[in-house]
């Protein structure tokens, strides 16, 4: 159960140190902290005392602490450094936990990787809601950063513009996706609103043919919504969701002036979303993604 996550990058071994081994720097690329702040130590021999705190929404926020001790040789040409981290806070999942970072030379670049696990609190409960949730999450989170900092590191993406594209990505991606199920399921195939098939008999379709048809088009638009959310990395499925739009607005502009001239009549609405698959098509290129990183070591 403990989580793993591994990713390859071209970077310099000092660049990725100098990044991930700074507080605010680190806070910049990691989704899992909102700041960190180093504590003053004694000498170098003692390990480093942190402070972190992780906003959740809501004017919601956890601290906790932990120490750290780096190593810049670890006689194999890389680098490691262990980590032991704690909450006190009664809101927080996590009560202690440990684990380690590793930096390894690899083909010009830099294998980076985490090993860690934690105890929870809240007893059974406590455990039942991070093997269901919290766990799978947090892997995620590890992960989703990892790739984030690759892209700052390799392309000069800024962790701030990633988060931004990302956003702007997921918002245009699930309104996609909710219009399409929607016309598809609610007027077309559960409830056949009159509208619907008055503008299917406007086009040249006949009595009998009109329902066919309502039916072949609520199926097609569930299946599309479906495709959105399935496929949602891939940009092919924008650019078939502007071709389809640009079909649906021609069909629906063959039901003369009437449906031309109504009120958020189809070929409005199909233009609005033609231009959130394009914002959707242009926040697409370079996301971050957890599916970059390797989540089991290379034993299993």
Known sequence: MSIYVEIRMQAAMDE?????????????WDLRFTSIEYCPRAGEAEPQRFLYTTRVGFGIAIEGGGE????????????????????????????EGSGYWKYISSDGGVRFLTLYD????????????DRV????????????SFDRLRLW????IEPSV??????????????????????????????????????LREAGLSPGWD???????????????????????????????????????IGAGLGGARVLTA??????????LLGLALVGLVSSRDLPSASRCRRRPPCE
């Open 133 to 144: 949730a919290f766990r799978p999450l947090l892997g995620w989170a590890t992960a989703w």
């Open 16 to 28: 990725l140190w100098r990044v991930t081994q700074s507080p605010d720097l680190h806070a910049r």
């Open 162 to 199: 990633s988060m931004q594209r990302s956003v702007v990505h997921a918002v245009a991606r699930l309104a996609l996706a909710f219009v399409w199920l929607y016309q598809g399921i609610v007027p077309k195939l559960l409830w056949r609103a009159p509208g619907e098939l008055e503008l």
């Open 68 to 95: 750290t001790v780096g190593t810049r040789d670890d006689g194999q040409g890389g680098r490691s450094s262990a980590l032991r981290f704690w909450s006190g806070d009664p809101k927080s999942l996590i009560l």
């Open 211 to 249: 329902g066919i048809a309502l039916t072949g088009l609520g199926l097609g638009e569930t299946v599309m919504g479906l495709l959105t959310l399935v496929f949602w990395r891939r940009r092919e499925m924008l650019l078939v969701t502007m071709c389809a739009l640009a079909v649906l607005s």
């Open 263 to 272: 009120p958020f009549n189809p070929v409005v609405l199909n233009v609005a």
């Open 153 to 156: 590191l390799e392309k000069g």
């Open 118 to 129: 934690y105890r929870t609190r809240f007893g059974a409960l406590g455990r039942l809601a």
